[in-house]
């Protein structure tokens, strides 16, 4: 029996209206769309659900995606760019695509394949921001428990990751890439950075939500030009159980968050989104659910939250880091808030 023809990609009737969607400018003068859909599928999520979402999100109006090789899914998700650039409804500059160098390939020699692979898994040409996913070049199998330690575990070290930023560069002179950026910095590393990068980062990813604002590094990326993204903004509820412990707090149940759901008659993960965008960060959150989807892009495009409730988000900052990243610790003894340099000094080896 012959197998039925997938159904054409199309723009949907009740979706955003891309060009409505606030945008964030670069210091190149880019602008990037302020809201994305991240794509991280945790391990409740199979990559299929994840592409089909892309396709889906892309046809509400949808113009950004945060992609990594850690997730398994780029090439997955390739098949939906194919599906969606081909279909001629949506030209490739009107997109923005960001991927991320794993922690196993920072060496001088492995940037610029990873970045390769990540293309051709993805059927680009070119991405528009590539990040350093973490500053740690510590490899763990996808999945491993958070008490699992790499033997070779190694600090920050600030002249092997320039060694890595320096090729970082060298992409963007190819022209296989158009920005580059930093994720899960700190403000000591990235004073480092920003002293001797010949091309700075355009964008910072780094986890921001109602319960985690951090107020300090989120001052300094923007004093500094730097594009704050903005990752777990709903405060990542599906993330694997291995990152959940007892002091977590959980935003979107938070009385603040819930009233003003309740007032716009939304769930409360759209106040988050809603929040963050406002507030001047780029959100990406996650979701394979087109309601969910689609209200945490209309959000956007909706009436601002008045001041009083802006203030009040302000005030439930609980500092409650979610994704500590334990794995990274390169000695016994060491706990994670180690690895965030919390004397505001980079933790010495
Ligand atoms: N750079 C990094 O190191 C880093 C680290 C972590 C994440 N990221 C990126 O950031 C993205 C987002 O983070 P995340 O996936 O951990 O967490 P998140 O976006 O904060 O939370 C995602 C979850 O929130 C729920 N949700 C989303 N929209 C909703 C809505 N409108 N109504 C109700 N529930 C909604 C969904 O749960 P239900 O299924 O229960 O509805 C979804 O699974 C990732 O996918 C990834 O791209 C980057």
Redesign the pocket.
Known sequence: MAESAPAPFTLADDGVDPTRVPKRTLHTGARIPAVGL???G?DRFSGEDIAKAVLGAASVGYRHI?C?AVYGNERLIGESFRTILESGLIRREEMWITS?LWNDKHAEADVVPACEKSLADLGLEYLDLY?V??PFPNYHAPGCDVASRAPGAKPYIHEHYMKTWRQMEKLVDMGLVRHIGT??MTIPKLRLVLRDARIRPACN?M?L?PHFQQPGLFGFVADHGIVPIG?????????PDRDKTEADTVDIQDPVIVRIAERLGV?P??VCVKWAVQRGQVP????V?RN??L??LRCTVTEPLPDEEMQAIAGIDRNCRL?KGQVFLWKDGQTWEDLWDPTGEITPP
Do not use: M
């Open positions: 991240g794509t991280f945790s945060d990594a991320k990040l996913h973490w994720s899960n990813e986890e939500h990752f777990c903004p709903i405060g990542s509820p599906t993330r769930h993960a759209v990406i959150p996650f979701s659910y969910e989807y209200s945490n994704i």
